[in-house]
């Protein structure tokens, strides 16, 4: 089997930090795993496996005995620092959103479109958050019935701004306990105990970038370039998973029973819908978990061929780190590194 | 001016103690205020304007000298004194489900069909406090545009179970803070942290009851019995203000600024709609206060004829106790009472 060499790129975030996590859980074959971040976090030490690594610099020569480098850093530094590791040999699998619309750059949820991966010319983007978790329950309802269009509202965790997120939602419901007042850094408001209608920045028709991410990620994804989107993104006061209510339109009808034995099969998929036994999706369940949990299943009462259902995923797992870690796996079994 | 003899039943409640306030804040012509309840609170005070009221035992007779009555008691509690308040020669506006879709029985917004309040025959239904939130906007928008289709997800406060969800959520998230279990109560899960995507009990199309509540309801106070609506309706770890985001189709297309400016004279809606500033309604922002805050609001990328937008309402204030106010003044506007 091959054994590889491996970089965890913003290894100290949250999502470096669940990459370096699930690497070691699903015994990703790494021969060496390197921990790289920015100059201030060198020496610092991280847990892997049963052990410790040591934090390196992250720089282009980090990369030149790298196979795979996974990035989990923000748009700027990947857009630098991506194709410098690619000239030195690496494959990059980026956790950022500055690849993920490139034409040349492959978009993956391997659960939806591994075969993308075998176009790849170095850089491989894993897609947003939200967007991963839509599409993993979507993909078969999607290949069964033919997907027109997708409603979705979004309940998502602060986890989606890193460690910072979830420290200040702890600590401003501490505050609010308290009777004392909240400052929000992290976020433009209060989080705690309130809910924030505004992701990313926005754009001129209004959405937001996040609300945006769905439209344009979702076809690449899905290949479907002529999918409609439209997606409300809001900030709820929850620590990590993202949940999404979504509506979907289809070519042909798919009643609730047929969705249900169809997601009952799916890849990455748990089927959790038993209302009678106050069964269904919830944010607190699926967290740490690496399922996408999907509920709530009915046919929509307002429209013909339209479905209805409720999902949740953890937002650090499925909705980045594992993700980009499966994209890794997919490479080895296509013989792709 | 006319001056009534007043009773609030079930005062002791969330809703019965915002009833009091809001009547005292907004100097119903109230002669005489009654506080009816349960024999185990009889004797208690509870507070009206500057001064405290005592506790009456809530029966028949009580009611021999009231000329409005304000229920905010169960739906069984409902069934059985609003016929008999009635009976002794009281009106009841009355917020339980017990009789909102009675035909004989208005169910009421004031800013939406306050007319329907002409045939009242002694109970005048309260909509459930989501619908009434949606109701606000949707009726200035469905009478320039015509309504034709809602699907809408809620985001909706503990405050909705009453002070026994305010509490819970209180003392929950304290426990989980503090690494402690939680011990769900009032609600079937834990609520602290978390989401849960089930409201009333679920009925056969597998749908909740809070669900199907905004297509019946929402049917009647337009009087639009084709209306289309599917709601996914889920609780959320906030206090007392639901928000939802919706996505209405209408018969003509309605420009995202021409919503702007209806929702600009539109009564009983505060529009608040600048995303360059920041500013869109927040939950935390609608507690305590009268209006339905509407923001967000944009022309739907996805389907023609289609607009998104974002509100948020005080559920226990115009979801209820206000809503409900309202509907005594305009009794007495008509010369109803």
Known sequence: MTELNIAVVGALGAVGREMLKT??????????????DIAENVGKTIPFNDGNISVELCCKDAFSDVDVAFFA????????????????GAIVIDNSSAWRMDPEVPLIVPECNAEDLRNHKGIIANPNCSTIIAMVPLKPLSDSAGLKRIVASTYQAVSGAGIAGLDELSLQTREVLDGKAAHPEVFAHQIAFNLIPHIDYF???AYTHEEMKMTREGRKILNL?????????????????????ITIETERKLTADEARHILTNAPGVKLYDDPGKNEYPMPLDTSNGDDIWVGRIREDISADNSLVFWCCGD????????????IGEKLIEFGLV
Chains 1, 2 share one sequence.
């Open 23 to 36: 690497l070691a859980q699903r015994r990703f074959p790494a021969k060496t795993v390197k921990a790289l």
């Open 73 to 88: 850093v923000g748009d700027g530094v990947s857009r630098k620092l991506a194709p410098e590791a690619v000239e030195m």
């Open 203 to 205: 754009e001129e028709n």
């Open 225 to 245: 370039p002529n999918l409609m989107v439209s997606c409300t993104c809001v900030r709820v006061p929850v620590y990590r998973s993202h949940s999404e209510a």
């Open 315 to 326: 937002q650090i797992r499925k909705g980045a780190a594992l993700n980009a870690v499966q």
